[in-house]
């Protein structure tokens, strides 16, 4: 069988530490290999070790950054470390926590790339599916809209308007493997507006940003630092995306179109997905002559089948 359609977890345990961005209280990180099937799962190690599995069925909440949650507990801003994990071919892991935040790091997912090329990868012999989109599904949310079309492979094209000088237009277009992930993508850091981050220590978030972990932008430039790229704002979106979307649970094939997207239309994207089995299939890689790629085989109960998103339209 292809190896790329095999599981992977790491080779071994790997611990970092770090302020959540939001929280501001350092926040220690362990990645643990898990067994094949497990898929990465989140254990909160001050919560009795409850566990979350990184699907969008355990999403509570897409504003400023995406939260998983079970029961009360939760654990935020946890896109960064997704998408390096998707991108890096990682499917099985536990990833410990002993609070409520991912830590930020430097604000890009550059740091979790590193920590997984450290410890390398292990394959295991169960074989991986694959999220093929086989029909065009578009989701549009107050001005903003997201669509997937079939593609031989992950394509993001992702375009950002900001009213704010500083930023503006910007759009990137990028078949997005490990190669192009790390050179063009994972470095670009989370950005905020100087001009709310007033209003967002007043409710208690953005206590962690500091100098060396996001952008700043003033109204004419960064304001506490240099950037990596002209266009990191709209990298750092479709770094955003790719975790994001990982919370499908499996690779995604597929072309992802974004115009002034975040969290909530990401997340649209991966509950319309779910919802409508006919815009998309399982690729295994079966090398069996004739081959055809697996029905969907995801099935939900009625009771935990998402509402329709109400911006669905025909793409
Ligand atoms: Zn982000």
Redesign the pocket.
Known sequence: MNSFFRQNTLTRDIATSGIGIHSGKRIQLRLLPAAENTGVVFRRTDCGGMEIPALASHVSSVEL?TTLGRDDVTIS?V??LLAALRICNVDNLIVELDGSEVPILD?SALPFMRLIEATGLRQQAASRRVFVVTAPLSVELGGKSIRVSPYPGLRVSYAIDFAHGAIGHQRLDLEVDQQSFERELASAR?FALERDVAALHQRGLGLGGHQDNCVIFGDTGPANTTLRFADEPVR??A??AI?DLSLLGAPLWGHVEVERGGHQVHYSMTEALLSRTDCWTWATGDPQPMARPEPPTRRREPSERPAVPLGILPA
């Open positions: 950054a801003t896109e960064h604000g989370t750092h979106k770094l955003d975790g």
